[in-house]
């Protein structure tokens, strides 16, 4: 029971970090709008990371409702936490790597920055090491969990000719044209493929290896 206590407040945590990062970055792109309201939104909830790092929060949420509700028994099962840490890890790879930089900063920028690309990532890999990553996961649904970012990769190209607007440059098709924007995505997914290889393995061998006899 105390276990089960710790582990529900440790997600409560999780989930009370990402709304403050989404949140901050929220108000600060906001506040400093020069489109209209509701194109402002749209595009804040047009980013991967914004959107990946909802995720976390409600998978988070889930977790902290316990095995109850369905939700919660979804969340229970160690593909979806397991899916849901490669994607969050990914938007740091990618943001640290490629990404950094590239947008001047203020000071409360850099705190939200701080905390949707770096301290949400490491925040749900530790959670994934301590709660999750013990669990057997089945390599069969890993075509699954390209389903996300390949469905959002589908919104962007579609939306992005629309409004005129890409999130990031390499899917900006008007600047790259369509071919080197589906090379750059297909290399994103890639990488979204070997972590979730590499983090199945590592939950496969730590279930096999506490299951040895002493």
Not at 3 to 11: L, Q, R, W
Not at 41 to 64: D, G, K, M, Q
Not at 117 to 130: A, D, Q, R
Request: proline share 5%; charged share 10%; net charge positive.
């Amino acid at each position: 029971m105390a276990e089960k206590n710790y582990k529900t407040a440790v997600a409560g945590i999780g989930a009370l970090l990402g709304i403050a990062g989404i949140a901050l970055q929220f108000y600060l792109t906001y506040s400093n709008r020069q489109l209209p309201a509701g194109e402002t939104v749209i595009r804040f909830f047009s980013y991967f990371t914004i959107l990946t790092n909802a995720l976390v929060v409600l998978y988070f949420l889930a977790v902290s409702a316990g095995g109850t509700t369905g939700q919660g028994r979804f969340a229970s099962r160690p593909e979806v936490g397991t899916a849901v840490t490669v994607y969050i890890l990914v938007v740091g790879v990618v943001y640290q790597t490629v990404l950094r930089g590239l947008v001047p900063l203020n000071e409360w920028g850099r705190v939200a920055d701080n905390i949707i690309h770096g301290l949400v990532p490491l925040y749900m890999l530790c959670y994934w090491l301590c709660f999750v990553s013990s669990q057997p996961v089945r390599l069969q649904t890993l075509p699954y969990w390209l389903l996300y970012p390949a469905a959002y990769l589908a919104y962007t190209l579609v939306h992005g000719p629309i409004a005129n607007f890409y999130p990031y440059p390499f899917v900006d098709v008007g600047a790259l044209g369509y071919w080197q924007v589906l090379v750059n995505s297909s290399l994103v997914l890639l990488v979204i493929l070997l972590f979730s290889v590499l983090l199945s393995a590592v939950a496969n061998w730590r279930h096999r290896k506490q299951r040895l006899p002493a």
